[in-house]
Each structure stands twice: as structure tokens, then as C-alpha cells.
């Protein structure tokens, strides 16, 4: 829609959130809730219809986020596993290569090397903890094949993230003091996404049928509107 057009990525993150609240509380929690400003399918619409920047680029990191939790949203924040590659190709491409991006910033800050490539600053590898995780957290999720590349990759950055775990279990990188250091949710998500990505055995056992409900939803409106095929 008009108005979906207008949004940021930002933006269209925080909106996916919301319906995703919204539109899984009947089918998870039996709760008749009412839905937002659109529904699951036109929100993944637009993600499709728009072209994602190149790491780096001007709104790299917030399209960055909105993939990671459009799948997220997809596979009911890993409820149900194994995810398919070949189901949302596209997207699995672009978080490969969004990977390898914050894997070597993340590296070149640890390095001391801030001018290595096109970086000016701090910015990219002091955020690459948690963009690192979540990546992680989704491409091993999907099923096995023979892309030895992707496995070296997913080992790389898992053990990068485990060297990141303090003597006190939180997972962190060095970064530049700054308002955001005192918001909790700050300080704990770089530990949350970090445990979530190094669960080595997250395809074993059986997903709940509700979830299995949502995810067979989601999957259709995803189809539906050419997001996933």
C-alpha cells in the first residue's frame, strides 16, 4: 500500500512485530485480537518490492534487521525447523553476504584495523555482535546440503561469537560509550541472539501443533505474495 511505501525499513521492522503479535494470538493463544495497520502478507509484499543496500550502505543495517526478523517471523522464531533454502533463496543470499560483512568488521575492530576497507569508524564492528548472532541463528537453521562455503562460514562465526562470552556468561563487543549503554535491552540482546545462535541442536524434537499452525499461515501469505516461493 501507499502508506506501507512511506516507511522505513526501521519502520517496517517495528510494523512486522506488531502484526506478527497480532495475527498469531488466535492461532497460538486462542485471544480474538484485532489486527493493526495491515496484514502479514502486504508487509512482506513490500519487502519483496523493495531493492536491499549493500552492506555498508545507506540503510544496510536497518533492511539488515528486517530480514533477519521477516524470517524469523517465517519459521515462528525457529518453532519450526528445518527451514529450505530454496523456499526464500533471495533472502537466505542476502544474510549469507551480510554475514560475511559483519564477520570481518566485527574482526577489525577486535584487530584495532578501523580503515581496512570503506569504514571511517567504530560503528560497523561494534555492532556486528548481535547482527553476527541472529544471521547465524537463521542459516543454521536451514537444511542440510552441500554448501561447504556456508558451513566454514557458520563455523567461523560461531566461534567468533563463543570468544565473545566474559568471564561473567554476557557475550559483548568493544564499543564507544554512548547514550544506548545504559538501556538494558541493549546490554542484554548482544547474550540473547549470541545463546540463541550457538543452540547446535535445535532440530531435534517435535514443534508444537500451534506453532506448526502459524507457521503454515505464514508460509501461505508469504507465497501469496511472491516473498517466498
Known sequence: TAELAELSFSELCD??????????????WDIDASHGRCRLGELLQELRRRSLPHPAGAEFYDAFYLVTHAMFVLNGFNSVLPRHRQDCAWAYAFLEQSLRFWL???????????????MDQEHWGSESLDAIA???????GLEE????ELKDLLSEASAFLLSRQGEDG????PKLKS???????????????SVAALQLDRMHGAASERSVAWVRYAE??????????
Open 104 to 118: 570481518q568488521e566485527g574482526l577489525f575492530l577486535l584487530q584495532g584495523d578501523f580503515h581496512s576497507l570503506h
Open 145 to 148: 546440503d552441500s554448501n561447504s
Open 179 to 193: 547514550a544506548r549503554d545504559d538501556d538494558i535491552y541493549t546490554r542484554i540482546h548482544p547474550t540473547w541472539t
Open 220 to 229: 501461505s501469505e508469504a507465497k501469496r505474495v511472491g516473498f517466498a516461493q
Open 170 to 173: 554476557l557475550f559483548s563487543m
Open 134 to 140: 541472529e544471521a547465524v541463528d537463521i542459516l543454521s
Open 15 to 28: 510494523l512486522l512485530l506488531e502484526v506478527w503479535v497480532l495475527e498469531r494470538a488466535p492461532l497460538v
